[in-house]
């Protein structure tokens, strides 16, 4: 089987800095995507939000949506809460027939953030990460009866960006 390569779209426009790029025109980003030789390409915050908008627009520009990045809150909510939360997005990475999605947790972090030094996000106590685990643990299972996997992503000053962590 052939090894296709997809790319996120951060190469035009930064969702977490929104300045960088954020003139950008979804067209530009997707029609230099594909004149690079990119088979596909990972969600950005100027990509629509369902399957039966966003399948054409990557289909005219003859790309495959390959996965997308979920800002999960589950230091702050419960797995069912999270479960609820994400809906929208896993609906759209199983319509898109997406193998993954991007899963970072975000509770209490400083990326995206300038005034905030890495140093100062939130970090998982000992105590807690069982309960992480409990927790992330019934998520992955939703995911996958959904017939899309959890791809964890650890992300700096995010709770988990340390090798410890990871």
């Not at 609906?91 to 970072?104: E, K, P, R, S």
Request: some cysteine; glycine content about 10%.
């Amino acid at each position: 089987m052939p090894v296709r390569i997809g790319i996120n779209p951060i190469t035009w426009s930064n969702d977490d800095m929104p300045a960088l790029g954020g003139d950008t025109p979804l067209e530009t980003c997707l029609d230099e995507t594909r004149q690079a030789g990119y088979a596909g390409i990972e969600m950005g915050g100027k990509f629509p939000k369902t399957a039966e908008t966003l399948r054409p627009v990557l289909e005219k520009h003859g790309l495959a949506f390959i996965s997308g990045w979920y800002s999960a809150k589950l230091l702050e909510r419960d797995a069912e809460q999270e479960i609820a939360a994400m809906q929208p997005h896993l609906d759209l990475m199983a319509g898109m027939g997406c193998a993954v999605m991007v899963f970072a947790e975000v509770s209490g972090g400083t990326h995206g953030d300038r005034t905030k030094p890495a140093g100062t996000r939130r970090a998982i106590a000992d105590a807690e990460w069982a309960e992480y685990a409990r927790r992330i643990g019934k998520v992955a299972a939703h995911m996958r009866r959904r017939g899309v996997r959890l791809a964890f992503h650890h992300h700096m000053g995010t709770a988990i960006q340390t090798e410890a962590e990871i």
